[in-house]
């Protein structure tokens, strides 16, 4: 049984969110990353996994967002980088990280909807540490 934190269920959904759990739970993952499409954008939720025996909590951990290199820098991508904790080029594209202090800002500047999370990647304990700045 998994139990959202109250910042995640305002984003997100058990039923978005079962079938990637119920794979990251049975492969042992802490800490993961889950992405898919929010318009023309592509958008990321950081994910603590934390199993009481009983339940898994599932802890938004923070929000990122990825934009093409030749991303014009307008009026959006300029609040994106007032609340980005960091910057990164991740794999041809811009990737904006803020942690959870802005994460419900940045997603909903970014996503008037729910986004379709399609698929995911587990998260080394270190890169989560440099992203959350701790």
Do not use: Q, W
């Amino acid at each position: 049984m998994f139990k959202l934190d109250e910042k995640l269920a305002l984003i997100t959904s058990l039923e978005h969110l079962s079938k990637i759990l119920d794979d990251a739970v049975a492969m042992g993952y802490e800490y993961i990353r889950t992405c898919g499409p929010c318009g023309e954008r592509r958008i990321c939720i950081y994910l603590h996994l934390e199993n009481t025996g009983e339940e898994v909590v599932v802890r938004l951990l923070g929000v990122s967002v990825k934009l093409g290199l030749d991303t014009v820098v307008d009026e959006y991508v300029t609040r994106l980088l007032n609340y980005s904790k960091v910057v990164r080029s991740l794999g041809g594209a811009a990737e904006f990280y803020t942690d959870k202090t802005y994460a419900l800002g940045v997603f909903y500047m970014t996503c008037m909807d729910k986004p379709v999370l399609t698929d995911y990647e587990p998260v080394e304990y270190e890169d989560i540490l440099v992203l959350t700045g701790e």
